[in-house]
């Protein structure tokens, strides 16, 4: 495939597109800018498929306007052109050119196709195995061989091939990281549990946006996460601090009483709490509240103070806590670091 | 004979509710879709001003959920299906040389559920909200949303589809039985064969979809189980059956484009269509093909390699006829005389904007690529190059080409003209960035974007194209009031016409056709043109003309369905039983009250035809 | 002549239900819909496959169906099949009175099999298999009753036909009447065969 491309006559093509779509958008999340292994050859499907398409507009295109330039009707000339009833040879040619470039775009389109879904499931070799719930509106991210949840932000380690398992507690989402693979949908219902792998890249220390792309509820817009890629040993230190949190904060006992009284049954800290809500265990490290406001107290206080303004049609209620009790949870919330 | 003269005239609103008439209900069908037209003009242009900068809060989660929905519903089912309807009630039946289409009255049936179905979806807005699940209204987001939007949705739609499903049937009786003599399939205008196939794709998709609202209907309002996996159901049952309806829908909207545009190309290059066997050949190929390829919207759903790939193939193969298709425009052009008028300008426009849309649309069929694109604004540019580059330029072309037949006046060619340039720049300045902006990772039905993700240029151009849209289609407006308001009754042929629907004197008469024509060959008109006589030969000698009588019943079966949908929604069973007698009532009217219509005498013809009237 | 005139030995057409232009529109248009219908509950069969094995702990197909019951309900509408063939060569002879006749007694014999189907459905619901009680009650509810909501249709349509047209004999206007009729009574009991297999059956067999 590869040594297909480089001797190929769309080389030079190729780079001038390259050249054209490269640098558009977010290096953190345009499909354009491809990070890891799969979003990389889905890019290269994405060149190959656009120069055919290129090449094809250019030809209709130029024909095209010639006929438009040659043909117009002269003033005074009322004289009928001549009837044609078709051109055998010309029709056969425009129907066989096709057939061949969409041969040529078939074959990587059905390798690729194979690829992406063989071997995606969890297997037992040491590789990173994820299973993805979509919730209304936030992701829960469980690590089964680590045994650990977390929510809204996944901490991967680099140059790694992640099994993603993928399901949803309500309605479909459909879970997308576009600078590290392509989306696949959460469906409800264990009969329709989805599989993909992604490669997380060679980049450390930078943190890749992720999106929800079905349209899921009110605030589908806002259901965004984040894909953190560290080095393999911060991963491995990562998963140790995060397993022996103990749901102390460094900043605020009131806090966490208020925490515990209010919030746990829903939420989860340390070893303790629901998971009808997303883990906020290590919250202070995370890098958005509620998956898309900046990280500081003024927003965890807005968002507890009413959820609905953040996200409308989350189903996290407005509890009733007096002004100091949020200023105290979110204090609590904020120490929530992972050594 | 008398005793059948049971012939009322009626006049005012009272012709129009019950009239069988299939240029009267071409009428009221392009009145009704332009009217919705305008609604869902007016709601995309609301979603592009809040998404003119990022965290914008203007119209925001529900909302804008309803807007989206409301946008691509009334687009498809009330605005684009119903004026499609409205070009083949007001040219079929003239251009095969017939008087009438084979059911008037179950044509009036159609246009009236149409209508009333979407007067219940568009009460939503005034009644706890409109539908918020998207048009494609994927279960279970549709099945636990918990006001009655969707209610609104799945009922309003049911009702039109059914109107739709019999406008289809409708059609192809029509085209099938009552061409006139010498009309072969080999020689009909190229807008038939298109309304031909896409009649046959309504009567095999739009079944699948009514089965579809009945189980989403049952789910909602007597508690089913068929998308519910808590109690066994299976939530692809619903994207199946959608799609399977909804991507012959596709077809359905684009084939009668193809159809104007053949017309208008062949027409204003004054040539015959290049190649036009290859063209018949190719459009049933897509008709046929479109039924074949529905998973190609479903390759993110975990169907696996196999099932997307067979899709991806047969998907592909979509783009070989629809290449014949562009290439014989393009030949039937060369050596031609190229007339830009406004109806030439919108196809000629037409051409490269859908050679784009269809190139995306072979990108598309890409399975893995196709897991980037899925639910970008990829897609939405994508769709929007076809259905609106496509489908809205063809149909916009067909209103400036057949208005004069239709409303006995030409459009004003100078604000024509305009409509056009604003229209055609407006839609590349909307659409073209969208491409760009899926690519970079921005999902569809996002009612904002946060800042610093390199969305913001690309969204403002899009919103400013979106404005323009907007102007250009007032200036359409514009043009149709001018144009009422001046005097100046069109020519019978205003623009050197082939086809048979220009043969006839301006009004049309509401017979058609004193005589039946003899159609000696492809472009009938113009086959008579070059043998000097300018005119048809009839088929027939002058006689007595048998029409069908007008009916309020349409009417009353379309509201009684209307009045049971309604009912239906708030669980009122009582008022829903009484809506659903009516339409019984009203078919039972139907059956005993023999209807034999009424004759036009032989007298009378021959004075219209004395007096250039017919 | 005139399309409601009373038809006479002497000026009878070979297919009285095509011999006027309305009647073959109406004879192309009918088999076309019924084309349609057949899309109709293709979609509700497949709907059907997809869930029949979905009763949760409600009882199963195989211990439901009672096939002498359905055998029975199958035969009376096979058998109203044929009383309408019957009444469709009564047409084509212009025996007015037989024509009737026959079509009585296929209303009858449609009659009796919504009895039936009332009477099973009935039954099932106080085995616990009801619309809501899980994906498969719901989708054999929602196929069996389309198509006896079809039989129950099809019930009145005869039924204002017969009597409408009771004391005037056959005519241009209403022979495409009868004949669409008795179309419509057949796709309704071939769509009655394969609900027997592959609900019945095929439920029996597993």
Same mark, same amino acid.
């Given at each position: 495939m590869r040594k297909w491309l480089h001797k190929g006559r769309f080389v030079s093509l190729f780079a001038m597109l390259a050249l054209l779509l490269m640098g558009c958008g977010d290096p953190t999340l345009s499909t354009l800018i491809p990070q890891g292994e799969v979003a990389d050859k889905q890019y290269q499907l994405m060149l190959i498929s656009i120069s055919i398409m290129i090449l094809v507009l250019v030809v209709v295109f130029v024909l095209y306007a010639f006929v438009l330039l040659k043909f117009r009707k002269k003033k005074g000339d009322n004289s009928t052109p001549k009837q044609v009833e078709g051109n055998h040879m010309l029709e056969l040619l425009w129907t066989v050119i096709p057939i061949l470039l969409l041969i040529i775009l078939a074959v990587p389109t059905v390798m690729r196709t194979f690829e992406f879904s063989a071997d995606a499931k969890p297997s037992s070799k040491g590789e990173l195995s994820l299973k993805v719930t979509g919730h209304q509106y936030w992701w829960e991210f469980e690590y089964p061989k680590e045994e650990l949840i977390t929510s809204q932000e996944l901490v991967l380690p680099v140059n790694t091939k992640v099994h993603v398992e993928l399901s949803s507690a309500d309605v479909i989402h459909s879970f997308w990281i576009p600078s590290l693979a392509g989306k696949t949908d959460t469906n409800p219902g264990d009969k329709s549990k989805n599989y993909m792998w992604f490669d997380t890249g060679s980049k450390t220390d930078v943190v890749y946006k992720g999106k929800c792309?079905? /349209?899921? %509820?009110?605030s589908h817009a806002l259901m965004d996460f984040k894909v953190r890629v560290v080095s393999k040993e911060d991963y491995k230190n990562w998963v140790a601090s995060f397993k022996a949190a103990d749901g102390k904060s460094s900043a605020n006992a009131n806090g966490q009483q208020v925490f515990e009284k209010n919030c746990l049954s829903c939420h989860a800290v340390g070893q303790n709490g629901g998971n009808t809500g997303p883990s906020l265990n290590g919250f202070g490290d995370k890098d958005r509240v509620a998956g898309i406001l900046a990280h500081n107290k003024g927003n965890v206080k807005k968002w507890i103070k009413n959820p609905q303004a953040v996200k409308p049609g989350n189903n996290m209620p407005k509890l009733n806590l007096s002004d100091e009790e949020i200023d105290a949870v979110a204090d609590y919330l904020l120490g929530l670091k992972l050594k | 004979m008398a005793t059948h003269e049971s012939h009322k005239k009626r006049s005012g609103l009272m012709d129009w509710l019950t009239t069988v008439d299939h240029k009267k209900i071409g009428i009221l069908y392009l009145l009704a879709g332009g009217f919705f037209f305008l609604i869902g003009g007016l709601e995309a242009i609301l979603m592009r001003i809040q998404l003119i900068k990022p965290e914008n809060d203007l119209f925001t989660g529900e909302l804008f959920n309803q807007l989206l929905t409301m946008h691509g519903t009334t687009m498809i089912f009330l605005a684009a299906m119903p004026m499609i309807f409205a070009y083949m009630n007001a040219v079929i039946p003239l251009q095969i040389g017939a008087?009438?289409?084979? !059911?008037p009255y179950v044509n009036a049936v159609g246009f009236w559920l149409f209508f009333f179905g979407g007067v219940l979806l568009n009460l939503s807005w005034f009644l706890g909200g409109a539908p918020e699940a998207g048009w494609t209204a994927y279960a279970p987001l549709s099945t636990s949303a918990q006001d009655t939007g969707v209610d609104f949705y799945v009922l309003g739609l049911q009702i039109a589809g059914a109107g739709t499903l019999a406008g289809g049937i409708n059609f192809l009786v029509t085209i099938i039985n009552m061409r006139a003599p010498g009309m072969t399939f080999m020689r009909m205008p190229l807008f038939t064969w298109a309304s031909f196939v896409t009649s046959g794709l309504i009567l095999f998709a739009f079944p699948a979809l009514t089965v579809g609202f009945f189980l989403l209907m049952f789910e909602r309002v007597f508690d089913a189980n068929f998308f519910n996996p808590e109690m066994g159901g299976n939530i692809l049952i619903w994207e199946h059956i959608f799609w399977i309806f909804g991507h012959p829908e596709v077809y359905i909207l684009i084939l009668p484009a193809f159809g104007i545009i053949s017309e208008v190309v062949s027409t204003f290059s004054n040539k =015959? /269509? !290049? %190649?036009y066997s290859a063209m018949v050949f190719a459009t049933v190929l897509i008709g046929f093909l479109g039924f074949m390829v529905w998973v190609h919207h479903m390759f993110t759903v975990g169907l696996g390699p196999v099932t997307n790939s067979i899709f991806a193939v047969a998907t592909m193969a979509i783009a070989i006829p629809t290449g014949v298709k562009i290439f014989n425009w393009i030949f039937t052009m060369w050596g031609g005389q190229i007339r830009f008028t406004t109806a030439m300008l919108f196809a000629v426009g037409f051409i490269p904007t859908f050679v784009m849309g269809g190139v995306t649309g072979v990108m598309l069929a890409v399975p893995a690529a196709d897991y980037q694109y899925h639910d970008s604004y990829f897609v939405v540019a994508h769709f929007h190059y076809v259905i609106v580059g496509g489908l809205i330029l063809g149909l916009f072309s067909g209103l400036y080409y057949w208005y004069p037949r239709i409303f006995n006046r030409v459009l004003n060619e100078t604000l024509g003209k305009i409509n056009f340039w604003l229209f055609f720049i407006g839609f590349h300045l909307t659409f073209f960035p969208q491409h760009w902006l899926g690519l970079m990772g921005m999902p569809r039905r996002v009612f904002t974007y946060m800042s610093g993700q390199h969305l913001d240029e690309a969204n403002f151009v899009s919103t400013i194209g979106a404005l323009f849209m907007g102007a250009g289609t007032i200036v359409l407006f514009i043009n149709i009031i001018v144009t009422a308001s001046s005097k100046k009754v069109a020519d019978k042929d205003p623009w050197d %016409? =082939?086809? /048979?629907?220009? $043969?006839? #004197?301006?009004?049309? #008469?509401?017979?058609? !056709?004193a005589q039946t024509p003899l159609v000696r060959g492809l472009d009938a008109l113009f086959v008579e043109k070059m043998a000097g006589n300018g005119k048809m030969t009839p088929a027939e000698p002058v006689g007595e003309i048998h029409m069908p009588n007008g009916s309020i019943l349409p009417f009353v079966l379309s509201l009684g369905l209307f009045i049971a949908g309604f009912a239906l929604i708030y669980a009122n069973w009582i008022i829903a039983g009484v809506g659903l007698g009516i339409v019984l009532l009203t078919m039972f009217l139907r059956s005993i009250l023999d209807d034999h219509g009424y004759h036009i005498h032989k007298e009378e013809v021959e004075a219209d035809i004395k007096g250039g009237r017919a | 002549m005139n399309a409601g005139e009373r038809l006479t030995d002497a000026n009878f057409p070979a297919h009285p239900e095509k011999a006027t232009l309305e009647g073959k529109n109406k004879f192309l248009g009918f088999w076309l819909f019924l084309g349609g219908e057949t899309v109709l509950f293709a979609t509700l069969f497949g709907t059907y496959l997809g869930l029949r094995n979905m009763h949760l702990d409600g009882p199963t197909g195989e211990e439901l169906f009672k096939l002498p019951l359905v055998f029975l309900a199958t035969m009376l509408l096979l058998t109203s099949s044929l009383t309408s063939v019957y009444a469709v060569l009564s047409l084509k002879q212009n025996k007015v009175r037989s024509l009737q006749g026959w079509f009585l007694v296929t209303l009858l014999l449609g009659l009796g099999f919504l009895g039936l189907e009332i009477y099973e459905f009935n039954h099932y619901v106080h085995e %616990?298999?009801?619309?809501? $009680?899980?994906a498969f009650g719901s989708a054999f509810y929602t196929l069996v009753g389309f198509h006896g909501a079809h039989v129950a249709f099809g019930c009145l349509w005869i039924t204002t036909l017969i009597f409408r047209n009771w004391n005037r004999g056959i005519s241009l206007y209403n022979a495409p009447k009868y004949y669409l009729f008795a179309l419509y009574w057949h796709f309704v009991d071939v769509v009655w065969v394969f609900i027997f297999t592959v609900v019945y059956l095929m439920g029996k067999v597993g």
């Open positions: 792309a079905e /349209l899921c %509820g009110a | 008087r009438d289409v084979a !059911f =015959r /269509l !290049f %190649g %016409g =082939r086809t /048979l629907e220009w $043969s006839m #004197p301006v009004p049309t #008469p509401e017979y058609n !056709f | %616990g298999h009801t619309f809501t $009680s899980s």
